[in-house]
């Protein structure tokens, strides 16, 4: 398949989300030019087939009572997984509702239910059902689950008290697949008992997990090599090294009949596909060796390239919304990388052996392919893993190798596959710790790109120059684009709260990030804003506070830290300044100040009222006894209020705290504590950021939902 018709396929999919079918008809006119006709096929194949798609979706979900569904049955299509309640994707049969109707319908709904032991292919009744909509992202930058979940046509989210299973796994092949994972687990179990560490490491390495436990997503994102972690093609590549390396002793047979090695590997291969659960790097290894083995059956060549378009085109006819997602892109990027710069590289690197050449060669091509991906969607490059993955390799090839060994011959390959993860485990995390992130401009990354395109594909030097010289200088004349002075108020269970003002980051946190919020919620927020130094307010204390400050320090620097003075210790060797919180201190932001009302202490927080022009925003991240009596004494005016949390019984009138607009926790929208407040309107911070936007004078509040909704201009 050419890769004009698979770009054409592609931007047809694309535009489907942002283009009304009605306007594409007229397209239909240009068949009549045999010269682009092929083109429109494929624009306006890949065009309907994703519209269609989700109109169907949405069509099944018309005239559903979901607040009278009492109970649904259906499949389970997705691998449950959780530690205290399960959580999977369930296709949906019949819809019981509170009145005695039952309907069938079809459709997919994600669901949560108390811990029971069912299985991917069980046929299932859930009772008790609450059925809701599923939201969107909270907070500018976070991750819409709301999005993901609808490109795989889920639309609907429950939550069930009570679950029956009226049959286990219905068909053959679910049967098959949990009877060879109960295996593995068994196996695991028994010969990996005392090395739980390992043993997880293994079953996600070798068979797949829906989700990667914390602390090895953790050690694999930080150390590069994540990739190894989750089922992919490369381990589909070492089944077929492994199946290549078995069939040995059989060479003379097998040159008998040619054409039987294939047709077995293509068999091994997609029943290694389905226990794995058929994710996308697997579906995409898969395909390309299936037309490779495909051409060796039927004596036809086919080229790496050719085998590439195909598979992505057949995945995309399957799902065309799969474009959207990073593993597919991820997936490809680095196949077809590795193609086109492969001998480019190799031909650069000196007199070497070929296998120490071939090794080198593509790591480094798989990793500056992946780089604009990787700061697209997660903010940050760790660049020793280029090295990382050169060490990691020999152990986590091996580990894969012994773990499908080991499920046939436990006894024999027991050894050898302890040994295999252990040093795998170990030099992962080892790696970890001493590998520093970046967050690099995004046009330093396509002038990165241009030019290593340019150096490959050009070889006189006048040309590599005049076209490198213009992309250089507008990378050095940049200029960021100015996000304007707000304050972000996000929605998070401990106050969490950005102002940017004049280019001056100033960010209200935790001082023990426990849940980890600054790195979900505040990283993806500022990931492409070009911050280089953030000054830090700890808005709670306790005796484990350097939490929050070494999450920053993975990505920031760190210009102030305000914190109060029986904490400097914690800070011996710090290279950033640490100023004590007192009664009075005003904090100079860009065209703003913070004023510190009240210094705080242990259970509540200092009170902070925050000044842009005419404006006071009063900031209480906790509040206690002392500060209760501090604002019954002083009596505060102010424009907005934020009120993140109290500490005891407190209860505030428009005595103590008058303002127009107040911000709260979610957690308080049923209490009255904060009764008669503000004159205007109160924000709650349950399903979305609060965001105060001094661009449009004196101020602009609004709730943000993706896009500048319920906005209140005064």
Same mark, same amino acid.
């Given at each position: 398949?050419?890769?004009?018709?698979?770009?054409?396929?592609?931007?047809?999919?694309?535009?489907?989300?942002?283009?009304?079918?009605?306007?594409?008809?007229?397209?239909?006119?240009?068949?009549?030019?045999?010269?682009?006709?092929?083109?429109?096929?494929?624009?306006?194949?890949?065009?309907?087939?994703?519209?269609?798609?989700?109109?169907?979706?949405?069509?099944?979900?018309?005239?559903?009572?979901?607040?009278?569904?009492?109970?649904?049955?259906?499949?389970?299509?997705?691998?449950?997984?959780?530690?205290?309640?399960?959580?999977?994707?369930?296709?949906?049969?019949?819809?019981?509702?509170?009145?005695?109707?039952?309907?069938?319908?079809?459709?997919?709904?994600?669901?949560?239910?108390?811990?029971?032991?069912?299985?991917?292919?069980?046929?299932?009744?859930?009772?008790?059902?609450?059925?809701?909509?599923?939201?969107?992202?909270?907070?500018?930058?976070?991750?819409?689950?709301?999005?993901?979940?609808?490109?795989?046509?889920?639309?609907?989210?429950?939550?069930?008290?009570?679950?029956?299973?009226?049959?286990?796994?219905?068909?053959?092949?679910?049967?098959?697949?949990?009877?060879?994972?109960?295996?593995?687990?068994?196996?695991?179990?028994?010969?990996?008992?005392?090395?739980?560490?390992?043993?997880?490491?293994?079953?996600?390495?070798?068979?797949?997990?829906?989700?990667?436990?914390?602390?090895?997503?953790?050690?694999?994102?930080?150390?590069?090599?994540?990739? =190894?972690?989750?089922?992919?093609?490369?381990? %589909?590549?070492?089944? *077929?090294? #492994? @199946?290549?390396? &078995?069939? $040995? +002793?059989?060479?003379?047979?097998?040159?008998?009949?040619?054409? =039987?090695?294939?047709?077995?590997?293509?068999? %091994?291969?997609?029943? *290694?596909? #389905? @226990?794995?659960? &058929?994710? $996308? +790097?697997?579906?995409?290894?898969?395909?390309?060796?299936?037309? =490779?083995?495909?051409?060796?059956?039927?004596?036809?060549?086919?080229?790496?390239?050719?085998?590439?378009? &195909?598979?992505?085109?057949?995945?995309?006819?399957?799902?065309?919304?799969?474009?959207?997602?990073?593993?597919?892109?991820?997936?490809?990027?680095?196949?077809?990388?590795?193609?086109?710069?492969?001998?480019?590289?190799?031909?650069?690197?000196?007199?070497?052996?070929?296998?120490?050449?071939?090794?080198?060669?593509?790591?480094?091509?798989?990793?500056?392919?992946?780089?604009?991906?990787?700061?697209?969607?997660?903010?940050?490059?760790?660049?020793?893993?280029?090295?990382?993955?050169?060490?990691?390799?020999?152990?986590?090839?091996?580990?894969?190798?012994?773990?499908?060994?080991?499920?046939?011959?436990?006894?024999?390959?027991?050894?050898?596959?302890?040994?295999?993860?252990?040093?795998?485990?170990?030099?992962?995390?080892?790696?970890?710790?001493?590998?520093?992130?970046?967050?690099?401009?995004?046009?330093?990354?396509?002038?990165?790109?241009?030019?290593?395109?340019?150096?490959?594909?050009?070889?006189?030097?006048?040309?590599?120059?005049?076209?490198?010289?213009?992309?250089?200088?507008?990378?050095?004349?940049?200029?960021?684009?100015?996000?304007?002075?707000?304050?972000?108020?996000?929605?998070?269970?401990?106050?969490?709260?950005?102002?940017?003002?004049?280019?001056?980051?100033?960010?209200?946190?935790?001082?023990?990030?426990?849940?980890?919020?600054?790195?979900?919620?505040?990283?993806?927020?500022?990931?492409?804003?070009?911050?280089?130094?953030?000054?830090?307010?700890?808005?709670?204390?306790?005796?484990?506070?350097?939490?929050?400050?070494?999450?920053?320090?993975?990505?920031?620097?760190?210009?102030?830290?305000?914190?109060?003075?029986?904490?400097?210790?914690?800070?011996?060797?710090?290279?950033?300044?640490?100023?004590?919180?007192?009664?009075?201190?005003?904090?100079?932001?860009?065209?703003?100040?913070?004023?510190?009302?009240?210094?705080?202490?242990?259970?509540?927080?200092?009170?902070?009222?925050?000044?842009?022009?005419?404006?006071?925003?009063?900031?209480?991240?906790?509040?206690?006894?002392?500060?209760?009596?501090?604002?019954?004494?002083?009596?505060?005016?102010?424009?907005?209020?934020?009120?993140?949390?109290?500490?005891?019984?407190?209860?505030?009138?428009?005595?103590?705290?008058?303002?127009?607009?107040?911000?709260?926790?979610?957690?308080?929208?049923?209490?009255?504590?904060?009764?008669?407040?503000?004159?205007?309107?109160?924000?709650?911070?349950?399903?979305?950021?609060?965001?105060?936007?001094?661009?449009?004078?004196?101020?602009?509040?609004?709730?943000?939902?993706?896009?500048?909704?319920?906005?209140?201009?005064?």
């Amino acid at each position: 398949m050419p890769l004009q018709y698979l770009l054409a396929f592609i931007i047809g999919i694309l535009l489907s989300q942002k283009i009304n079918f009605v306007y594409i008809l007229p397209f239909t006119l240009l068949f009549l030019l045999r010269k682009y006709s092929a083109y429109i096929f494929f624009f306006i194949l890949g065009f309907s087939i994703s519209h269609f798609k989700m109109e169907i979706w949405k069509n099944n979900l018309k005239n559903l009572d979901i607040w009278n569904v009492c109970g649904i049955e259906g499949k389970v299509v997705s691998q449950p997984s959780g530690l205290f309640r399960k959580k999977f994707i369930l296709k949906t049969e019949k819809f019981i509702y509170s009145d005695g109707r039952r309907e069938r319908r079809k459709i997919k709904i994600y669901l949560s239910v108390p811990k029971t032991k069912i299985f991917l292919g069980d046929y299932i009744r859930v009772e008790e059902i609450k059925i809701q909509r599923i939201r969107g992202a909270k907070n500018p930058g976070g991750f819409d689950f709301r999005k993901y979940m609808e490109r795989d046509g889920v639309f609907l989210k429950g939550k069930g008290k009570d679950v029956i299973i009226l049959s286990h796994h219905q068909g053959l092949i679910p049967s098959f697949l949990y009877s060879v994972r109960k295996r593995v687990k068994n196996l695991l179990e028994k010969y990996f008992k005392n090395m739980p560490e390992e043993r997880t490491l293994i079953e996600t390495v070798s068979f797949g997990r829906d989700k990667v436990p914390d602390f090895l997503k953790d050690i694999g994102i930080r150390s590069g090599t994540y990739h =190894f972690l989750v089922i992919s093609g490369f381990h %589909i590549g070492f089944l *077929y090294f #492994l @199946i290549r390396l &078995l069939t $040995i +002793p059989f060479s003379l047979w097998n040159n008998r009949h040619p054409k =039987f090695f294939p047709a077995f590997s293509l068999i %091994i291969i997609w029943i *290694y596909a #389905l @226990i794995t659960g &058929l994710k $996308i +790097p697997v579906l995409r290894a898969s395909l390309m060796f299936s037309f =490779f083995l495909l051409g060796e059956i039927f004596d036809r060549e086919i080229s790496g390239f050719s085998s590439i378009y &195909l598979a992505c085109f057949f995945l995309l006819l399957k799902n065309p919304f799969s474009l959207y997602n990073p593993s597919f892109q991820l997936s490809f990027t680095a196949t077809a990388s590795l193609l086109f710069m492969f001998r480019y590289l190799k031909r650069n690197i000196g007199k070497i052996p070929s296998f120490i050449k071939n090794y080198i060669v593509g790591g480094i091509a798989v990793h500056i392919s992946l780089l604009p991906l990787l700061v697209f969607h997660f903010g940050n490059y760790y660049p020793l893993g280029i090295i990382n993955n050169l060490i990691i390799l020999p152990f986590a090839s091996s580990t894969v190798i012994f773990s499908i060994l080991f499920f046939f011959l436990p006894f024999i390959f027991f050894f050898p596959l302890k040994i295999s993860s252990l040093l795998f485990f170990k030099t992962a995390f080892l790696l970890s710790k001493f590998s520093p992130s970046f967050s690099p401009d995004p046009l330093f990354v396509l002038f990165l790109y241009y030019s290593i395109f340019i150096i490959l594909k050009f070889k006189s030097l006048i040309p590599k120059i005049l076209l490198i010289l213009p992309l250089l200088s507008v990378l050095i004349f940049h200029n960021a684009r100015s996000d304007g002075d707000k304050i972000v108020f996000f929605s998070s269970k401990n106050p969490l709260i950005f102002v940017n003002d004049g280019g001056q980051h100033i960010l209200f946190a935790s001082d023990a990030d426990r849940r980890r919020e600054i790195e979900r919620i505040f990283f993806p927020y500022v990931k492409n804003k070009k911050i280089g130094e953030i000054t830090l307010l700890h808005t709670c204390f306790s005796f484990h506070h350097h939490g929050s400050v070494m999450e920053i320090l993975k990505r920031y620097r760190i210009k102030r830290l305000y914190d109060i003075p029986v904490r400097k210790n914690y800070f011996p060797e710090s290279n950033f300044e640490i100023i004590e919180i007192k009664d009075g201190e005003k904090i100079k932001a860009g065209k703003g100040t913070i004023n510190v009302l009240f210094e705080g202490g242990f259970g509540e927080s200092p009170i902070y009222i925050y000044r842009y022009g005419k404006v006071e925003i009063l900031l209480i991240p906790k509040i206690g006894r002392h500060g209760k009596k501090f604002l019954e004494r002083k009596g505060i005016k102010c424009e907005v209020c934020y009120i993140g949390g109290v500490n005891g019984r407190i209860k505030l009138s428009r005595k103590d705290i008058e303002t127009l607009y107040l911000i709260l926790q979610a957690k308080y929208k049923k209490f009255i504590v904060f009764e008669n407040l503000c004159k205007m309107e109160t924000f709650y911070l349950n399903d979305s950021a609060v965001i105060i936007d001094f661009s449009v004078p004196p101020f602009k509040i609004y709730k943000w939902e993706g896009r500048c909704y319920n906005s209140r201009i005064w």
